[in-house]
């Protein structure tokens, strides 16, 4: 993960976009099971149509027509964030598969993503 969390922070810095607009406050890197490296950063637009730095890390991933994640990690100038229940919800409608995905909570830190998503309405206990 050590290394996933390095590839993050080179790509984080927050930039001005438009008006009240920026992007990169958030770095995303996973790793898919092929063991292909993938990044991506934040958008924060005024009006509410931005994406998270794992959104955009996961698009980068299915233009490779990849779908398997082995371990994701966000960043930002404070340390390593949880995914929202929106990345959350896009990693496990990619795949059910990904209910193994290791994901960073905090620094030390992974758990499956099946325990960030106790319950869920695909029933991933059924498809995994």
């Not at 590839?7 to 927050?14: F, P, T, V």
């Not at 607009?21 to 931005?50: H, P, Q, W």
């Not at 082995?70 to 209910?99: D, F, H, K």
């Given at each position: ?122 029933d991933i206990e059924r498809d995994a």
């Amino acid at each position: 993960m050590n290394d996933l969390i390095s590839s993050a922070r080179k790509i984080l810095g927050e930039f001005k976009l438009g008006k009240e607009s920026k992007a990169g406050s958030v770095a995303a890197a996973l790793r898919t099971e092929a063991g292909n490296v993938y990044t991506g950063i934040s958008l924060d637009m005024a009006c509410g149509i931005g994406f998270c730095a794992e959104h955009s890390a996961i698009a980068e991933m299915l233009k490779q027509r990849e779908q398997l994640i082995s371990e994701i990690v966000a960043v930002n100038e404070q340390g390593i964030l949880p995914p929202c229940g929106r990345c959350r919800e896009l990693m496990l409608q990619v795949s059910s598969a990904n209910a193994n995905t290791m994901v960073a909570i905090a620094a030390g830190k992974s758990v499956p993503l099946r325990e960030l998503l106790p319950h869920h309405w695909l029933d991933i206990e059924r498809d995994a």
